[in-house]
């Protein structure tokens, strides 16, 4: 099953406008990770947030982290067409070091 | 930057061949990955490697193995192509371990079994 899972499923905004994804997961957690993956391509790492933080920032982009909720949310400001992107949580768990374990994924449409 | 590199975005096999996905990396990094994503069901995790030789099932490794002789290198084989098999198949590496690291992800070979 899996471990994250984003909401909502696909967004659709104006240039300009920001776009707040969310990610909630089931059992504890080292950190959690959001990744972009444009059509067709590979996943771009974004931001690492350990379990220990309950907020970050990178640019455009902001993270916060809700462990008593297990939930995570990703906020891209001033939204620009090249977001035009899925984007993925990815939750690394106390079992394994080695392990990610992806969340299904938001798809984001940013209209120019 | 790190840079992971698939050898083939696409290719098409036929049931029963056996087909090697080839993957490299330039940054010396410990541990090598290889996912599929599939429509609906995400990424998930078919081998990774922590070491030279050294490799670990992840959650779906039936029907794959994996060889990494040298660092930089991480091959997934398929032994006898199934039309199930038809995929997009991720490499990626990292310097340490995932509490720490994160992934670099390759662009992908997306893979049709006919």
Request: one cysteine or more; hydrophobic letters at 30%.
């Amino acid at each position: 099953s899996q471990q994250g899972e984003e909401d909502p499923q696909a967004l659709s905004i104006q240039e300009g406008e920001n776009a707040t994804m969310n990610c909630s997961y089931k059992t504890s957690i080292n950190n959690l990770q959001w990744y972009r993956q444009n059509s067709g391509r590979g996943l771009v790492h974004l931001i690492l947030i350990r379990s220990n933080e309950r907020e970050k920032h990178s640019g455009r982009l902001r993270v916060t982290l809700d462990t008593s909720k297990k939930s995570s949310s990703l906020l891209i400001t001033a939204s620009r067409a090249a977001d035009t992107a899925s984007y993925f949580c990815a939750t690394a768990t106390m079992d394994s070091s080695y392990k990610l374990i992806f969340g299904s994924g938001t798809r984001l449409l940013v209209r120019p | 930057d790190v840079k992971v590199t698939q050898s083939s975005r696409y290719l098409v096999k036929r049931t029963g061949e056996k087909v090697f996905l080839e993957c490299v990396q330039d940054m010396d990094h410990e541990n090598m990955f290889w996912y599929r994503q599939d429509p609906g069901l995400g990424l998930r995790l078919i081998y990774f490697s922590y070491d030279v030789k050294m490799k670990e099932k992840g959650d779906i490794p039936e029907g794959y193995s994996v060889s990494r002789e040298k660092k930089e290198r991480f091959s997934l084989i398929l032994e006898s192509a199934s039309t199930n098999q038809t995929s997009m198949y991720l490499c990626a590496s990292s310097l340490g371990a995932l509490i720490d690291s994160p992934l670099h992800f390759g662009n992908g070979t997306r893979l049709t079994v006919t």
